[in-house]
């Protein structure tokens, strides 16, 4: 099978998730780092892809260009999927370009800087014919596929609650008055588009809570801080959630929990069992019953289903995590593209979902924490 060429936007020197993207890329040799446009910076954008052995002549100073120019390249040299991991406000205007030159998109969360752009994203996506996959890795661990199974085989009788906290603490201080440039552009709405922590985080826990409970969000209640003096985006929220299929839920993101890392945790109440999963733990899930001992259900060891196993790649007691999740998503999404093989890679629905999140909890809180409609799409 040859190689799916990919070209990045964004992820050069000094960046966080484009090198990460990289990495997840490489893991099942599927993919080829063809070209990129890897800083908002020519200079760096050219330094950044000599170092990464791109050749200087795919080494472009923008992402016009790059689409421009790729588009020129014979069929089978050309890039076919253009990577987005540039802050939200850009990634509809790339993926557009993307789009209007014949490319696949891969962009990075939250889609885009609000709801508006993400439905003209989703119009220009269904008139490409193209694909378009959101990288929310949560979704991709092995334990989480096996908790999503185990709720879609019935084994919790219908959820009942659903508690998902996504809490940080990397923000509890200004770090964005002293140079910190991821914390920089996050805490701006210029950058960062309407939601702060929600929109950075508090989209990875929705995605994740709507995924393994298969129901969706239809109402929600929410409550968002400006903790931290002169912030202009919530840097902490709770939301109160209620759910289409019966489930009421609670979801806390924030990045002011002062000592906690990416502390992630998704706990689903069935009316016969529970189920408990901590990104800190990632290769371990807790079933819970109220007539039987808890079991400890562990990647690779018996016990999982097909799902889990698909998800994994060392034997068990190998830890495995946040990459090798990022890695599984690359891997499906090059599937579906060189044999149509269905995904579980977030899309566009997720995009439009997580971004209607953060826009109407966004306005439940103005509003006094009044309860609000999530917008249905079509
Ligand atoms: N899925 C996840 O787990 C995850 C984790 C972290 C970040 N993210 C998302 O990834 C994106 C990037 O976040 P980050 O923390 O890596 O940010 P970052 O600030 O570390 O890196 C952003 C990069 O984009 C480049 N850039 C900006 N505008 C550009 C343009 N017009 N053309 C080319 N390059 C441009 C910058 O020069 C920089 O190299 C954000 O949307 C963020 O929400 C997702």
């Known amino acids: 099978m040859e190689r799916v060429r990919y070209g990045m936007v964004g992820g050069g020197e000094g960046a966080f998730i484009g090198a990460v993207h990289r990495m997840a890329a490489r893991l099942d040799d599927a993919w080829e780092l063809v070209c990129g446009a890897f800083s908002s910076n020519a200079a760096r954008s050219q330094r950044s892809g000599e170092a990464l052995g791109v050749p200087g002549a ?12 790729e588009a020129l390249l014979p069929a089978n040299r050309r890039m076919q999927v253009a990577v987005i991991v540039t802050p939200n406000r850009s990634h509809l205007p790339i993926a557009l370009a993307a789009f209007g030159h014949g ?16 439905r003209e994203l989703a119009v220009a996506l269904r008139h490409s014919g193209l694909r378009y996959g959101l990288t929310h890795p949560y979704s991709a661990y092995p334990m ?8 879609m085989h ?15 603490g990397w923000l509890a201080e200004p770090i964005e008055h002293e140079g910190q440039k991821q914390a920089a552009w996050r805490v701006d709405p210029d950058y960062a588009g309407a939601g702060g922590a929600m929109g950075d985080i508090g989209v990875h826990a929705f ?11 239809k109402q929600l209640a929410a409550d968002l801080y400006r903790t931290v003096p002169g912030r202009r985006l919530d840097d902490d929220g709770t939301v109160l959630l209620r759910f289409d299929g019966g489930a009421s839920g609670v979801l806390i993101a924030s990045q002011i929990f002062v000592g906690d890392e990416n502390n992630l945790r998704l706990r689903v109440v069935g009316e016969k ?17 109220g007539d039987r001992p808890a079991q400890l259900l562990r990647t690779g060891h018996p016990g999982t289903g097909g799902e889990a196993k698909a998800a994994r790649r060392v034997p068990s007691g190998h830890p495995e995590g946040y990459i090798e ?5 690359y891997r499906e999404f090059a599937l579906s593209l060189q044999q149509g093989t269905p995904t579980s890679v977030p899309g566009i629905g997720a995009a439009l979902r997580g971004m209607a999140f953060v826009e109407t909890a966004v306005a439940s809180s103005a509003a006094g924490q009044a309860w609000r409609a999530m917008p249905g799409f079509d």
């Not at 795919?58 to 120019?69: G, I, K, L, P, S």
């Not at 989480?144 to 709720?151: D, G, H, N, P, T």
């Not at 995605?207 to 969000?217: H, K, M, R, T």
């Open 325 to 329: 999740a990022f890695g599984n998503l």
């Open 207 to 217: 995605q994740l809570a709507e995924f393994v409970a298969g129901q969706q969000v």
């Open 58 to 69: 795919r080494v472009y100073d923008d992402y016009r260009t790059m689409m421009a120019r």
């Open 144 to 151: 989480i596929r096996e908790a999503r199974a185990r709720v």
């Open 273 to 289: 069992a529970a189920l408990d999963w901590n990104q800190l733990e990632p290769n371990s899930l807790w079933l819970k019953y």
């Open 103 to 118: 490319f696949h998109v891969l962009s990075d969360k939250p889609a885009t800087a609000t709801l508006d752009e993400c």
């Open 154 to 168: 019935g084994e919790l009788g219908s959820v009942r609650k659903v508690l998902v906290e996504y809490t940080q």
